[in-house]
């Protein structure tokens, strides 16, 4: 070993319905080491810190470039991508644990469906007639563009689930990151057309009511998206509709 | 009776042609490893190219058609690529109409930048995350056929092998569940392969860690043919991390990016100086030798090191915040310095493979029943791609697949004998039985760094016929040891190393036409270089490599090039391309 190490202290778990366990293994330190790069390192040498061999952990990622989402983990306590945190920022030696607010299902890897789940309710999507060619789309501000593209930056990773405390197992709080979705459509010509159908989702269980205001999805988001503006805005969208509904009936 | 059809990867292509098939009433099955939100489309960064023509230069699709020709060195069939240019405008509107947040211009139209190889503005973006706006955008567009319960996802699930019938049509495939490892066969009227590139080969590159090739060869080893293999794009600039290498991209260029290094003590801006024309906007492949050259052959490196600059510190750094903040962050977040102010550290990295599995002009493989659409397959680059073709590319081949895919489903009548399926299954749940057993010496994971290492070495920039056999005799070598790994993971539960293990394996095999194809071409074309043979030969090779499997290694053969439309002329960025074209007659 070289004289600089970096140890991991890795929360594992076999299967979802099994009981968790920390294991810790101690890695060459390199400065441009990440935690996935430094997961990797252990699956060349799967070997804890006491000398046992064991399984290598087992881990989600992908693009290692934080836009997929996939790796996103506690780390030291915070959520977070794993790829982006880099071992030199790191003090002594570091805990790695799975997300909470979804199942595990194997150590590092969780099962985020849930999140996918609420953007089919929310109908998250523009209701285009057709791909075939129907020409350009309706023309946007600059202003409008570079608003909206903060939102569109999403990338479904979970840690505003994660850290919002209305997020739990008590509740079916869909958490923050469909609701930016749904200001999203709202930005859009088009997508404003079935506004009142993804105001329906945001009205029903788990929609945008639930939502306790401790603002944290907004201090997690690793692309720092206005979320508590886009909750702000749905949550007024949904009570002015709620107030039209009550008119026409 | 609707059509019942199998896609394989949820990126660009996959998502494209589920959108179009579930549009027709078709039924499709939509397997992806990942979420196919977290597919590997999401780290295209720069654009989309189409001839919109919107900055009054005069630009149209058929200077499209010959830029992407001309920057492919002539490899690239024409009429196809023709096709494409030709739909590009139409792919960005509908884009624009799934609501992807492109970049405006002040009259509220889409904003298009300059990308190397070409002087037009023709690359559509949003922000610096173009390919994951589109993705997300095919993403909802599926999600919203999924609710309709015309798509259902196999998201976690990754294909195995594909289910071929006594005349070798594919009928199906077997695909493994990574969480539970349960195997199963499912039948379909086509299957679609659009699993993106093999960077993993390559170990360390600029692709998603998905993307191991490993369903492409396992097309491969049965029977479909791949062409071009030896056509691997470096991409000039790039982080050199641990874990992969970061794309920073051309976009960074097309915005006013300069590259350099020191020489005399003074910045050297090399790609000006050598290619006055096109300067820091030069193709790919053109960038990448320059660079290796000061490095290497100059010894001009940053503190003599393979590394060079990459610099946007004189631009506005508003301009670049609305532009291109996403390539900045990334190398902000992953080098820790800010490149608005200190010029970024970079050098090339495998990025993108032009070749991949050989298709016919409807994007159907040589086995019956099989298409592929996106970078696993070879038709519209040529030698070298272009920055912003892709992502349409993607797009295209899976927009004309669908009404090849729905023709071919109508046209099968029998129904396949569900033997097939029950014999594959059990084929595969042997394999892995065996992988289960496996208990050598070996380690999967650094088996295959040493693979990575020595085909970048010797299978990217600049490539030597002694090195390329080398590499191939390496690549049997590690075959052998390939048997010999021990699995330190025996579980039976989303077991990933056991994965890795199989996929492993198909990373050799594609590796060998990779290898032997850049072997058997004594030429220089686009991105495929040797110095020995430093100059194109139209005569000997301006034909496809087509690689077929067989137990003893590939077999080559070579298919003409489609050269119709545009003549084939020298290919040079160091002057203007309109005093290199031909005058007309």
Known sequence: ?249 | MPGHHIIVGGGLAGLTAAMKLAEQGEEVDLFSIVPVKRSHSVCAQGGINGAVNTKGEGDSPMIHFDDTIYGGDFLAHQPPVKAMCEAAPAIIYLFDRMGVMFNRTPEGLLDFRRFGGTKHHRTAFAGATTGQQLLYALDEQVRRYEAAGLVRKFEGWEMLSLVQDESGDCRGIVAIDTRSLEMRAFPADTTMIATGGPGLVFGRSTQSLVNTGSAVSACYQAGATYANGEFIQVHPTAMQGEDKFRLISESIRGEGGRVWCYRDSKPWYFLEEMYPAYGNLVPRDIATRAIHKVVFDMKLGIDGQPLVYLDVSHLDPEELNRKVAGVLEIYEKFAGQDPRKVPMKIFPAMHYSMGGLWVDYHQQTNVPGLFAAGECEFQYHGANRLGANSLLSCMHGGNIAEPAMIGYAKSKKSAASSTIFDQELKLQRESFDKIFKMNGPENAFALWRELGDIMTENVTVVRHNDKLKLTDDRLIEFKERWGKIGLNDKGKWANQEVLFVRQLWNMLELARPITLGALNRNESRGAHFKPDFPERDDANFMKTTMAAWSSDGPRFCWEPVDVSLIKPRPRRYDVEKSASEPKAA
């Open chain 1, 1 to 249: 070993m070289p004289e600089k190490t970096q140890v991991l202290r890795i929360k594992r778990q076999e299967t979802p319905n099994s009981e968790p366990y920390y294991e810790e293994f101690e890695i060459p330190f390199l400065g441009n080491h990440n935690i996935i790069s430094m997961l990797m390192e252990i699956r060349r040498n799967p070997v804890t810190r006491q000398g046992k061999r064991v399984a290598p952990v087992v881990f989600d990622a992908n693009c290692l470039e934080e836009v997929c989402g996939s790796c996103t983990m506690v780390i030291n306590g915070r959520v977070r991508q794993g790829c982006s945190q880099l071992a030199e920022d790191l003090n002594g030696p570091v805990t790695v644990e799975p997300m909470t607010k979804f199942p595990v299902i194997r150590d590092l890897w969780v099962d985020r469906s849930k999140m996918f789940d609420a953007l089919k309710k929310a109908h998250a999507w523009i209701p285009i007639d057709g791909t075939y060619d129907l020409g350009p789309g309706p023309r946007m501000a600059p202003s409008v563009q570079e608003f909206a593209y903060l939102f569109s930056r999403c990338m479904t990773c979970g840690c505003c689930l994660e850290a919002c405390p209305q997020v739990n197992a008590h509740s079916k709080f869909m958490g923050a990151a469909v609701i930016g979705q749904v200001y999203l459509m709202s930005q859009h010509q088009t997508g404003k057309m079935n506004l009142d159908e993804r105001l329906d989702a945001m009205m029903s269980e788990g929609g945008v009511a639930d939502c306790g205001n401790a603002q944290n999805c907004v201090e997690v988001c690793p692309k720092e998206i206005p979320l508590t503006t886009a909750i702000g805005a749905v949550g007024r969208q949904t009570s002015i509709k709620w107030l039209r509904d009550l008119f026409m009936k």
